[in-house]
């Protein structure tokens, strides 16, 4: 992958720009936004700019704004006064123009056409083109977009349990209130993967097959209940048997009476009980009953055999009902993904996903659309690239895959590293997907943000192994850093750049995630508070200042 040369890079084709946090993104997206007004005449209502959050949009439309003021001014003086990244950043765009009148207009028009800029956010995006092209979209004209659909969501999960508990055994229901399964829970699980049609869903078998062993679960527990309440007293003497206890239970006459009023107690209602003690109630199945010795004659009786087929269909399916549980999941995800369009159309509403989804499926079904949105924005700048998704790449590829042909551009610019996070959205096999999609690669190689000496470590850690991601198709890409630093830090203790905090689990600290958090959480603020009672003391300076809260 070669080095991106934002001031050569030619304005076409498909292209990936790779660049890890701090090394000028938002810079080179708005340099390149100055070329394309400058060198391919375009308006800011012709260059579509996509981020993915609506501060992330707000900031770089400011960016661009003070980039095209900027650059204007260093027009009409003919000089430069900015000195970040370089000095004399827009000398280069003063030397490629033919006529500095001409340049001057063409800034000119955009400083004051900037409310008209195609800045936005990639679901303001879907819904603006949705909004210009409802009929081909199948709209209504009235459609009004909420911003969370939990609570549709909500309703439609009670109604799916309502017709899941009339069709679901009692033991079934029983099990899954003793690991605390409610319709908030279920909805909780699946609720991400919803709006998300291309996850490929993976379960256990059918509801309906295991349904039928719960079934019999039931039917034997009721039978064996049956059974103890014509003739409990029997049962009771045959295991309470002085000789028989002696010879087969060794002293566990208590375990055995536990049992014997537990079962007593679940006789007194009529479904199984939430918590059943196997380790208790073994006592009452068939082993050891049925051994003979010498010295005692085997008991017996129907009430072990059914109780030991009991127990013997509980373990069983205790053990599969995890499966269970996620094959009701994967129920209630197919359940929302069918029901979910249909009552939003009754109430004549759109969600953030419910966009996405409509403009990918109308440039599926209206080739026109990608044509016109094409000829509409002739180039696209993608920022934050990583945190896409198949849906929202889709779109970009249906739009823009015939950009060599039509002379259109697109810049895709993200970082793959952290496109693996994917609890922050991210889709680390889309990213690469488009990756391989591209014409051109680039990346961007200096940090400007961070202290060399961090960036000199983070180079050194990551040396180490040839596949540090375990993933071929990701890469660390070293890069370097400024060249000055103007104010060094100095503490009482030598700091290294990069440290290590070990996390170490005893009997007193949790592994939970919660426990973990709120040790980051405390570490984090007691090393802050270190520095700064270092920096009252004139311990702890940056350059000559002692460190304060506002560093």
Not at 24 to 29: A, D, E, L, Q, R
Not at 117 to 143: D, G, K, M, Y
């Amino acid at each position: 992958m070669q080095k991106l040369d934002p001031y050569t890079i030619p304005l076409e084709s498909i292209n990936l720009i790779e660049a890890s946090a701090g090394t000028g993104k938002s810079w080179t997206v708005t340099y390149l936004y100055l070329r394309l007004l400058l060198e391919k005449n375009l308006t800011v209502d012709q260059i579509l700019v996509v981020t993915f959050t609506d501060a992330a949009t707000k900031e770089l439309r400011d960016d661009i704004r003070e980039r095209i003021v900027g650059a204007l001014q260093a027009f009409e003086d003919k000089t430069s006064e900015s000195g970040y990244p370089d000095d004399g950043e827009y000398i280069q765009l003063i030397n490629n123009s033919d006529d500095f009148e001409v340049s001057i207009r063409q800034l000119n028009r955009a400083k004051l056409s900037m409310d008209e800029a195609a800045v936005f956010t990639i679901h303001s995006f879907c819904q603006r083109s949705l909004s210009e092209n409802a009929f081909e979209a199948c709209l209504p004209f009235a459609s009004e977009l909420m911003a969370d659909d939990s609570e549709i969501m909500q309703k439609l999960t009670d109604d799916f349990w309502r017709h899941f508990t009339k069709k679901s055994p009692k033991s079934l229901l029983f099990k899954l209130q003793q690991k605390s399964i409610t319709p908030d829970s279920l909805l909780k699980d699946i609720k991400h993967a919803v709006g998300k049609p291309y996850l490929k869903i993976c379960g256990p078998l059918t509801i309906e097959e295991k349904s039928e062993k719960w079934q019999l679960l039931e039917s034997t527990y009721h039978e064996a209940i049956k059974i103890w309440r014509a003739e409990n007293q029997e049962i009771t003497r045959l295991l309470t048997n002085p000789d028989f206890e002696k010879h087969y239970y060794k002293n566990l006459l208590d375990n055995i009476e536990t049992a014997i009023r537990a079962v007593h107690s679940f006789s007194l209602f009529d479904q199984i009980p939430f918590k059943i003690d196997l380790k208790i109630m073994k006592w009452l199945g068939t082993e050891p009953k049925l051994k003979k010795t010498a010295k005692v004659d085997p008991i017996d009786h129907k009430f072990f055999h059914t109780w030991q087929d009991f127990l013997d269909l509980w373990t069983e399916l205790d053990a599969k009902s995890d499966d269970f549980l996620n094959r009701t999941r994967i129920e209630l995800i197919e359940y929302l993904q069918a029901q979910l369009p249909v009552e939003k159309l009754r109430l004549g509403v759109l969600s953030f996903d419910d966009l996405l989804l409509k403009l990918q499926k109308t440039l599926k079904t209206h080739p026109q659309l990608a044509k016109d949105l094409r000829e509409k924005y002739k180039v696209a700048l993608i920022d934050e690239f990583q945190d896409t998704d198949p849906i929202q790449y889709d779109i970009f590829h249906s739009i823009y895959k015939e950009s060599n042909k039509k002379g259109n551009a697109v810049f895709f610019v993200g970082d793959p590293k952290q496109a693996i996070y994917s609890f922050r959205g991210g889709d680390i096999h889309t990213y690469l997907k488009a990756k391989n999609d591209t014409q051109t690669q680039n990346t961007l190689k200096k940090n400007w943000r961070s202290h060399p000496d961090l960036i000199k470590a983070f180079n050194q850690l990551y040396s180490i192994c040839d596949n540090p991601f375990k993933d071929d198709d990701i890469a660390y890409v070293e890069v370097d850093a400024r060249d000055k630093v103007s104010e060094k830090m100095s503490t009482a203790q030598a700091r290294s750049s990069l440290n290590f905090w070990e996390y170490e689990f005893d009997e007193e600290t949790s592994s939970s995630t919660a426990a973990i958090r709120q040790k980051i959480a405390n570490s984090v603020a007691g090393d802050i508070a270190q520095l700064l009672n270092d920096g009252l003391a004139g311990q702890a300076k940056i350059g000559e200042k002692p460190i304060s809260g506002g560093d």
